[in-house]
T-cell receptor
Framework: ETGVTQTPRHLVMGMTNKKSLKCEQHLGHNAMYWYKQSAKKPLELMFVYNFKEQTENNSVPSRFSPECPNSSHLFLHLHTLQPEDSALYLC????????????????FGEGSRLTVL | DQQVKQNSPSLSVQEGRISILNCDYTNSMFDYFLWYKKYPAEGPTFLISISSIKDKNEDGRFTVFLNKSAKHLSLHIVPSQPGDSAVYFCAASVVNNFNKFYFGSGTKLNVKP
């Protein structure tokens, strides 16, 4: 089993749809992240969860709603998105989001390619 | 405002030669830097890191150099191999706040056989 698994790998949705992206990590990590990668742009941090608590919301519009029911699972609920939200959404995990022993290494999933029509 | 910049979107190098990927940052508070490698249809994978207390870190064919005064880091790959062809991202953070990594926009490296 790969360390961080994302489903679905590809998603096409209309602007009025509601869909969810799912992320699962099998690494025993305590921190999980959502990043957005648009073409030719840097990876943008969206949300951080540390021990199931949201510790970072990087000014993300409310049409993106994260959910972290436990340290192994992370969801991104999508509602009334815009075409400019089309991007690759990457989930990542790390040992935890702080701490002296943390190397800072993020383990990424393969991403969910979202297209909003 | 982009705090980490990779000004070369692409780089082409002959197999066996050196690849040098560059990264600049603006925030002097950054004290920890990482390089990630990304193949198509895969997520980024960690390659090498460096703390600001060092100016060089080496791991096999990969060496990262940090110039704090210039706020510049570079990744050297020697010798380059066709399997190194990928997009390389640099990232920066503050050690006490791994909540937030700032990434560059990536450099696509093509190593020609």
């Amino acid at each position: 089993e790969t360390g961080v698994t994302q489903t679905p790998r590809h998603l096409v949705m209309g602007m009025t749809n509601k869909k969810s992206l799912k992320c699962e990590q099998h690494l025993g990590h305590n921190a999980m992240y959502w990043y957005k990668q648009s073409a030719k742009k840097p990876l943008e941090l969206m949300f951080v969860y540390n021990f199931k608590e949201q510790t970072e919301n990087n000014s993300v519009p409310s049409r993106f709603s994260p959910e972290c029911p436990n340290s192994s699972h992370l969801f991104l609920h999508l509602h009334t998105l815009q075409p400019e939200d089309s991007a690759l959404y990457l989930c990542a995990s790390s040992q935890d989001a702080s701490g002296a022993l943390n190397t800072g290494e993020l383990f990424f999933g393969e991403g969910s390619r979202l297209t909003v029509l | 405002d982009q705090q980490v910049k990779q000004n070369s979107p692409s780089l082409s190098v002959q197999e066996g030669r050196i690849s040098i990927l560059n990264c600049d940052y603006t925030n002097s508070m950054f004290d920890y830097f990482l390089w990630y490698k990304k193949y198509p249809a895969e997520g980024p994978t960690f390659l090498i890191s460096i703390s600001s207390i060092k100016d060089k870190n080496e791991d096999g064919r990969f060496t990262v150099f940090l110039n704090k005064s210039a706020k510049h880091l570079s990744l050297h790959i020697v010798p380059s191999q066709p399997g190194d062809s990928a997009v390389y991202f640099c990232a920066a953070s503050v050690v006490n706040n791994f909540n937030k990594f700032y990434f560059g926009s990536g450099t696509k490296l093509n190593v020609k056989p």
